[in-house]
């Protein structure tokens, strides 16, 4: 079966600080891969997705980046975190050929 | 471009009673829609999804929903719930169109479900 991991779960860093937050998928190969953001009490914000090795696209203009230098493996950064950039991130995985997406637990994040 | 409204931030609801979470998407184009449940602190769990074929879709934890076309809606319902199934549900939707540079759910606002003893 499949599954999703992120880290870390939980993670405070202070303003100007750089971010790596690392999600990885097992069970399947060449999924597509999603970040997306959850601000507190609202709803999910798509940031980046991939359907492949290098290749990302952006939904939103940010100080985020992300990169998927594995197959299975996608992660976020920031060279310089904001207040603004606190929120759950959940990352998430589908089926080439499906539409429904499977989510990874989320990583709480919060910037001082 | 797609959207979808969640009619209800908020539905408090006493355990055994039945509860209906609408939803209400638009689109240009025909759509596949989802219905996800997040638990607090966790990463979202599918419920439930409508493809094609029936319009009446049943999901896990005792869930089912209806597709209207015409009034272009996706409710979902549980006829008795539990305590446990306190947490909020998301709506999704998805062009139908597969697209090689991925296919994208645009999310509701989510509506946040409170089932009192």
């Known amino acids: 079966s499949q599954t999703i991991h992120q880290w870390p779960a939980t993670l405070v860093q202070p303003v100007g600080s750089p971010l790596s937050l690392e999600c990885t998928v097992e069970?399947?190969?060449?999924?597509?891969l999603y970040w997306y953001r959850q601000a507190a009490g609202r709803g999910l914000q798509l940031l980046f997705y991939?359907?492949?090795?290098?290749?990302i696209s952006s939904e939103v203009p940010q100080n985020l980046s992300a990169s998927r230098p594995q197959d299975r493996q996608f992660i976020l950064s920031s060279k310089k975190l904001l207040l603004s950039d606190s929120g759950f991130y959940l990352c998430?995985?589908?089926?080439?050929?499906?539409?429904?997406?499977?989510f990874g637990p989320g990583t709480r994040l919060t910037v001082t | 471009a797609q959207s979808v409204t969640q009619l209800d931030s908020q539905v408090p609801v006493f355990e055994e009673a039945p509860v209906e979470l609408r939803c209400n998407y638009s689109?240009?184009?025909?759509?596949?829609l989802f219905w996800y449940v997040q638990y607090p602190n966790q990463g979202l769990q599918l419920l439930l999804k409508?493809?094609?074929?029936?319009?009446l879709v049943k999901g896990i934890n005792g869930f089912e929903a209806e597709f209207n076309k015409s009034q272009t809606s996706f409710h979902l319902r549980k006829p008795s719930v539990h305590i446990s199934d306190t947490a909020e549900y998301f709506c999704?939707?998805?062009?139908?169109?597969?697209?090689?540079?991925?296919?994208?759910?645009?999310f509701g606002g989510g509506t946040r479900v409170l089932v009192k003893p």
């Open positions: 998430a995985w589908s089926y080439k050929v499906a539409y429904e997406q499977y």
């Open positions: 069970g399947t190969s060449n999924p597509n």
């Open positions: 991939s359907v492949g090795i290098g290749q």
């Open positions: 689109s240009s184009v025909s759509v596949y």
């Open positions: 409508y493809l094609s074929g029936s319009t």
């Open positions: 999704a939707v998805s062009e139908s169109i597969p697209r090689a540079a991925g296919n994208k759910l645009t």
